[in-house]
């Protein structure tokens, strides 16, 4: 039996997902960087008895599990990316773990309003000077941190490609799910910091005591907002939501030439900046797929592309 060489119409499934991101190096920093400031907290607060440094070095400890959770997901994403078993790659393994990301933040969310709303009605002694000196320690750390993964998130700014018809620009810079609960942890850890120093200042020179715990009621409606965002758009990645409207759009405007119509589209997210697609067509002449696909700018991101044509019986419209 003849067998046909078929390796020129077959792909792989990668997408470039092997490649290490700069996202994943950024991640592994901050975590080391919170993992020490975690170590000296715990380590200073059993040495001098202080709870407020053993309490914040405990909660640094449950951002660096967060953290640890984005960091690892980038490894696995490249460790499997080539694994056939998953259909379109590991791509999606970014928008998991920024929803487990976004879950985390919620839980830590609803940890601090209800701390908070618990001391304004069972209000508590502070050490004003040393919880001071405690929140701008973990204000710096955080402020170090949240730069970090802002420089080292891939930021692709795709430029106008003209193919054909004229397309706007497509911006796929802010879709790395994972970096932005990664970034979103640190940034809300630098809120109730910041939060608690104006709280603690006010306390201390005023006498507000409730102060610390109206701010940090304000912090957590704030993390919340975040986290509901966070989760509601990797959500939308894992159900395979459709793309964009107008990204659809630029698409059919490409296949539709002559009397070809587009009668059934689908594009939907595979990974950070990358969506497949299918595309159905009815005409009464058919071309071949591939004169199709060489139709699609690389700036719509779309690393797999299935097209359908169908004969159409019917008499031209005149």
Request: glycine residues 10%.
């Amino acid at each position: 039996m003849h067998t046909q060489d078929t390796s020129r119409w077959t792909h792989d499934h990668v997408f470039g997902q092997d490649a290490v991101k700069s996202g994943e190096r950024g991640t592994l920093i901050v975590v080391v960087i919170t993992l020490v400031a975690m170590v000296v907290e715990i380590s200073a607060g059993l040495a001098f008895g202080s709870m407020a440094l053993l309490a914040d070095g405990l909660h640094m400890g449950s951002h660096a599990v967060a953290l640890g959770i984005a960091f690892l997901a980038y490894v696995a994403a490249r460790r499997f990316a080539g694994d056939a078993r998953f259909s379109f790659g590991t791509g999606k393994i970014n928008a998991l773990a920024g929803f487990a990301g976004a879950l985390l933040l919620a839980v830590f969310a609803v940890g601090v309003g209800w701390e908070s709303v618990t001391r304004l009605i069972n209000p508590v002694d502070i050490a004003y000077s040393q919880a001071i000196i405690v929140a701008v320690v973990g204000l710096v750390v955080n402020v170090v941190c949240a730069f970090i993964l802002v420089g080292g998130g891939d930021h692709h700014h795709h430029g106008h490609h003209h193919h054909g018809d004229a397309l706007h620009e497509v911006d796929h810079s802010h879709e790395d799910h994972n970096l932005r609960a990664a970034y979103l942890h640190v940034l809300a850890d630098a809120l109730t910091s910041v939060l608690a120093i104006v709280a603690l200042l006010g306390g201390w020179l005023f006498g507000a005591a409730w102060l610390d715990a109206a701010m940090g009621i304000v912090g957590a409606v704030l993390i919340a907002r975040w986290s509901i965002s966070l989760i509601s758009k990797s959500a939308l990645v894992l159900l395979d939501w459709q793309a964009p409207a107008e990204v659809r759009a630029q698409i059919r405007r490409l296949f539709e030439r002559g009397d070809d119509r587009v009668v059934d589209l689908h594009v939907w997210s595979v990974g950070p900046g990358i969506r497949a697609a299918v595309v159905s067509i009815v005409t009464h002449d058919p071309r071949p797929p591939a004169e199709y696909k060489s139709r699609v700018p690389e700036s719509l991101g779309i690393v797999h592309l299935t097209v359908e044509t169908h004969l159409c019986n019917d008499a031209p419209a005149s």
